[in-house]
């Protein structure tokens, strides 16, 4: 009888405190599920996707070049028909290396977000054929890697870049590293074309990679520059990564915590089959978003 009395007078556990433990758990699984996502979808972005990605992109922008070619549009300085700066990511020049059996559309700008589609064009230096020293960057892994056999290059070898002027044909004079000499200073009229890539173990870059080349065809008409030498954001220099607060990840990461969130509590209310249905399509997609905006904060020659 003291037993039963003593059952009875027990203190219940206060609801509040279950369902708030409850919601702690859902919120530490939540976690956990988007932690997963997030790390599922960097590795599949950079060693599957990205390439894919790459591809399509060289695909539409190699339309839109060859279009611009045939009808004489395409762009011939660093500012279009109006006088306005090209846009990034804007299709300026063909490169074909057959050493290397590569031909890569060039793209304008050389951050991150625009590398994603192509080699870049720097934007401070004149479009390769016109006299001075051009740039042209690519990476070394991701994203297709366009340049990533750039030390493979030699001595003599020659290759070709074409853009709304012609057809400019390079020879490579040199493939040097960190702390090989810089060649001599280029002669006034003279061309230059500079490749530009990252060097160490993939997808570590530590280093870059410079491959020069001396134009060896007739120079093209060299319109007055319109961008200063040295002027460009940080963003754009080799192995540089993006500047200032990425808000599409942060959206992004907002979105799959509180997909993934959602996903636990329908776990509990719908069943195991029922939430594979609906949120796991949901939660792929957005964990791939929050990869590829990822992936551009990592640096450009990567």
């Known amino acids: ?13 206060p609801r509040m405190r279950v369902r708030g ?29 990205s390439g894919a990605q790459e591809h399509s992109a060289q695909h539409a922008a190699f339309d839109d070049l060859r279009k611009q070619l045939a009808l004489g549009t395409a762009p011939v ?43 870049g064009h720097r934007r401070d230096t ?26 493979d290059l030699a001595e003599g070898d020659t290759f070709t870049v074409t853009t709304g002027q012609g057809k400019a044909k390079y020879q490579v004079a040199d493939v040097r590293r960190a702390g090989d000499p810089a060649p001599g200073a280029l002669a006034s009229g003279k061309s230059r074309l500079v490749l530009v890539t990252a060097t160490g173990p993939r997808f570590m870059p530590s280093g870059v990679l410079r491959v020069d080349a001396d134009l060896v065809s007739a120079p093209f008409q060299t319109p007055a520059a319109v961008i200063r030498s040295g002027t460009l954001p940080e963003s754009e220099e080799p192995l540089a990564r993006p500047s200032g607060v990425p808000w599409p990840l942060v959206m992004w990461l907002q979105a799959l915590l509180l997909a993934a969130v959602a996903a636990v509590w329908t776990w509990h209310r719908w069943g195991r089959h029922q939430t594979w249905i609906v949120f796991a399509p949901v939660v792929a997609v957005l964990g791939l978003q929050v990869a590829t905006r990822t992936t551009e904060l990592l640096p450009n020659l990567l």
């Not at 039963?4 to 203190?11: E, K």
């Not at 939540?30 to 950079?46: F, R, V």
């Not at 890569?104 to 192509?118: A, F, I, R």
């Not at 070394?140 to 030390?151: K, R, S, V």
Request: proline content about 7%.
């Open 1 to 13: 009888m003291a037993v039963a009395a003593q059952s009875t007078l027990a203190p219940a556990v």
């Open 21 to 49: 433990v409850t919601a702690v758990r859902h919120l530490a699984r939540g976690g956990l599920l988007s932690l997963a996502a997030l790390l599922l979808g960097i590795t599949a972005q950079l060693l599957l996707i």
């Open 77 to 119: 300085s660093q500012a279009d028909q109006q006088g306005r700066l090209l846009a990034p990511g804007t299709p300026v020049a063909l490169i074909e290396i057959p050493a290397l059996d590569l031909s890569q559309v060039v793209l304008e700008g050389t951050d991150s977000s625009v590398m994603t589609d192509g080699p």
């Open 126 to 151: 004149p479009l390769p054929g016109q006299a001075g020293t051009s740039v042209l960057m690519g990476r070394a892994a991701a994203y297709g890697a366009p340049f990533g056999h750039l030390a």
